[in-house]
């Protein structure tokens, strides 16, 4: 069966500092992989996905960045983090099998003091 | 599209009453509707979908309506329970987009 980790699941970083998210998922190959965020009491914003190592498509112009460097690896990262990076990052995985469902990580909750 | 700046819509039920979660999806030829529920500080869980051929599908508690004339999507879940309070999610697939356009969801909370 398929599983998708996410790590750290919770993390409290300064501003200006730098993150780096992890997310892989075991069981399953090239799969779509995305990553986004949610703000609190808000809905999900699609940051990043990626259909294939080094493949990487931006939805939002922003300070964070993504990279695929493996096939069942995603990483969100910053150089400096903003104060509105803060909230739940959540990576999320897909094979198309004749549905288009997405597979939920647990989440990192980022907080940004 | 996207509405992530928007504080969530919520309802508010009676334990044992039936629910009714509504969607407007924006995409006259989305093919493939998911809803996704989502307890506090968890990721979203599959709950139900339905392809664009279909007008109901039914699942256990849950049943999906689709109605491709006004572009809406409920979601029906029969005898609420606590443990259904959560924040639900509709989904929807635009053939060649390679990711699922999300809903901004709404907060469900049972009162027991």
Redesign the interface.
């Known amino acids: 069966s398929q599983t998708i980790h996410q790590w750290p699941a919770t993390l409290v970083q300064p501003v200006g500092s730098p993150l780096s998210l992890e997310c892989t998922v075991e069981g399953t190959s090239n799969p779509?992989l995305?990553w986004y965020r949610?703000?609190a009491?808000?809905?999900?914003?699609?940051l990043f996905?990626s259909?294939g190592i080094g493949q990487i498509?931006s939805e939002v112009p922003q300070n964070l960045s993504a990279s695929r460097p493996q096939d069942r690896q995603f990483i969100l990262s910053s150089k400096k983090l903003l104060l509105s990076d803060s909230g739940?990052y959540?990576c999320?995985w897909?094979v198309f099998r004749g549905?288009?469902?997405?597979?939920?990580?647990?989440?990192t909750?980022l907080t940004v003091t | 599209g996207e509405s992530v700046g928007l504080h969530l819509p919520t309802l508010s039920v009676q334990e044992g009453d039936n629910s009714i979660i509504n969607c407007a999806y924006s995409n006259s030829a989305s093919d493939y509707f998911i809803w996704y529920k989502q307890e506090s500080g968890k990721g979203p869980q599959f709950i139900i979908d339905i392809r664009s051929n279909m007008d109901k599908r039914q699942g256990q508690r849950v049943t999906v309506l689709l109605n491709k004339t006004v572009k809406h999507l409920s979601l029906q879940i029969a005898a609420t329970q606590p443990g259904d309070s959560a924040v639900y999610f509709c989904a929807e697939n635009i053939p060649g987009a390679n990711n699922l356009f999300f809903g901004t969801g709404t907060r469900l909370t049972v009162i027991p």
């Open positions: 779509n995305y949610q703000a009491g808000r809905g999900l914003q699609l996905y259909v498509s739940f959540l999320a897909s549905d288009y469902e997405q597979y939920f990580g647990p989440g909750r």
